[in-house]
């Protein structure tokens, strides 16, 4: 009984989830991203944006400008929309916390803008990026597993420097 329950349930689950469009999926989904990602730029003191476990890989700063200016790269060539930001993040070096928090969000706010820009059918649309193939919707998909990539690195960032982590958000 309790199997058959489960799977009810598993069913009726799928069901309200597949009942929500691509786009409206995108958008709760890149807003909680961004939620989860501005406490992450909040719990980091200001010295360690400067932060590198070692020295051949990016500070916890220069991984937050990177995951920026891929968000604006994957959503302007998933929507068609110009990119706004007119030098990358990453190589204009330091960054105060609160100019690369306001930068972070405004690459949040811009890959929710190309979102709403779209509608269910444009995420089926053929694209180039990167010099690939790719389908519009399947661009985004990349973006959300960039930044969701780079910023569970910043966790480590964040325990070396013996801060905790924000508590995970996964719905």
């Not at 937050?64 to 990453?90: I, R």
Request: hydrophobic share 40%; charged share 20%.
């Amino acid at each position: 009984m309790k199997s058959i329950t489960l799977i009810l349930l598993a069913v009726l689950w799928t069901g309200t989830n597949m009942a929500q469009s691509t786009k409206e999926a995108q958008i709760a989904n890149w807003e909680r991203a961004k939620a989860y990602t501005m406490e992450y730029l909040q719990a980091m003191p200001e010295a360690g944006y400067a932060l590198k476990p070692t020295p051949e890989i990016r500070s916890f700063g220069e991984q937050m400008a990177h995951l920026a200016d891929a968000n604006y790269a994957f959503a302007s060539g998933a929507s068609g929309m110009q990119n706004p930001s007119k030098t990358s993040l990453e190589k204009q070096g330091e960054l105060s916390k609160a100019a690369l928090t306001q930068s972070v969000a405004e690459s949040y706010d811009f890959v929710l803008k190309a979102i709403e820009s779209m509608n269910d059918a444009d995420f089926d649309k053929s694209i180039k990026l990167f010099g690939m193939d790719i389908n519009a919707g399947s661009a985004l998909d990349k973006a959300f597993e960039h930044q969701s990539h780079h910023r569970g690195q910043c966790t480590v960032y964040l325990r070396l420097n013996g801060t905790k982590p924000p508590q995970e958000k996964l719905f």
